[in-house]
């Protein structure tokens, strides 16, 4: 403790301290208490009622397997596209300090390529009683810029940060890749956001930072060449929140956080062998599921770059309203490099 610091003043540093700590784990605990992984009932309901009104009793597996896929590779292209921290490696905001008239240090920009692993329903027409499945595989590269707005609050020279606030905006390439029946598919997705600090990383604390991001939307055309199996339109645009504590260990560092996705927009398919000639089987604006993430990663920094690795897993969707579900687990990973300005 500074010899100049009076007993007050360190006894209202803790209080400060542990405020913001109640104040992160209120955030985590509100994070997993909204993200359930639950689709809009009534949503998937009209979609499920659409699809079987149009197809032969004896095919009706067909529409659940079908649209558990689209939603199934929509969470999974959102995953590729968030993966877990949206600044890979980094626990405290970059904030914005002006030094004698001069900027220093107020950017950071990042490369990084991810992978994700998942399992989506067979897209062939089903009988009554099969439930066949088909890995899918998502590669991404993406890059991550981010400028510092605000640097924050200042409580004391070990507690500082507080409301900082940094913008971030990314885009990212994503290759997807079927084990079997489908063609592989290449595409494009951006979001813009911001991170707010709750704590810059000091010898005394850790990091923490809080961060929304829109992505905007995006459209994928799922098309199988054989004249058997169902087309799909997927239209995918998500809000991500996550949550990040870290800590640098000397020569190293490491961070964890929780994540929670919410995603929408257009799910349409075309099945073959529908009862009615119509445009497609089932279509719908409204479709939305939640999902939450979890993550850890560690980084080695030297001067003004930064690797990192980073591992999560993300929650299966709940699939009790199609009759076909998923409760496990999706693994994802990222290798980044980060350089700050």
């Known amino acids: ?81 968030g993966v877990g921290s949206e600044t890979a490696g980094s626990s405290s905001v ?18 990084s390529t991810s992978v994700v692993k998942g399992e989506t329903p067979s ?22 810029i981010v400028a510092g707005i605000f640097e924050g609050l200042t409580i004391s020279p070990g ?19 079927w084990e079997n029946e489908l063609p592989s598919k290449k595409m494009g997705m951006g979001s813009l956001g911001f991170r707010l600090g709750i704590l810059r990383e000091s010898f005394s604390v850790p990091g923490i930072t809080v961060s929304f ?13 054989r004249t058997d199996h169902t087309d799909l339109l997927i239209k995918s645009e998500s809000t991500r929140l996550r949550a990040t504590i870290g800590k640098d260990l000397g020569g190293f560092s490491v961070l964890t956080g929780v994540g929670w996705n919410r995603n929408a927009g257009l799910l349409q398919g075309t099945i073959p062998g529908m009862l009615l000639k119509i445009a497609h089987t089932f279509s719908s604006e409204f479709t939305q599921e939640t999902q939450r993430l979890y993550f850890a990663s560690l980084s080695f920094t030297k001067t003004v770059f930064q690797w990192s690795f ?14 076909y579900g998923s409760s496990g687990l999706t693994p994802f990973g990222q290798v980044a490099l980060r350089t700050r300005f």
Not at 18 to 36: D, E, I, M, P, T
Not at 124 to 130: A, C, E, M, P
Not at 218 to 224: I, K
Request: with cysteine; net charge neutral; glycine share 10%.
């Open 123 to 144: 897209l062939g027409v089903l009988r009554s009683g099969q439930n066949m499945k088909n890995g899918l595989d998502i590669y991404g590269i993406k890059a991550t």
């Open 159 to 177: 507690v500082r940060g507080i409301l900082g606030v940094d913008i971030l905006g990314s885009f990212s390439s994503q290759f997807l890749f």
């Open 310 to 323: 980073e591992f999560g897993l993300a929650e299966g969707l709940d699939g009790s309203y199609l009759e």
């Open 1 to 81: 403790m500074p010899d100049n610091w009076q007993g007050g003043d360190w006894r209202r540093c803790q209080v400060g301290v542990k405020r913001v700590q109640y104040f992160f784990l209120s955030a985590s605990l509100l994070v997993l208490a909204n993200g359930q992984n639950v689709l809009a009932a009534q949503d998937l309901l009209a979609l499920k009622s659409m699809c079987l009104s149009r197809m032969p009793i004896d095919q009706s597996e067909t529409c659940h397997s079908a649209i558990y896929a689209a939603q199934s590779i929509r969470r999974l292209i959102t995953i590729a596209d």
């Open 213 to 225: 991001v829109r992505q905007f939307e995006s459209a994928l055309e799922v098309q199988s060449p």
């Open 94 to 111: 970059i904030g914005r300090k002006n030094t004698e008239g001069l900027v220093s240090r107020n950017f950071s920009m990042s490369l």
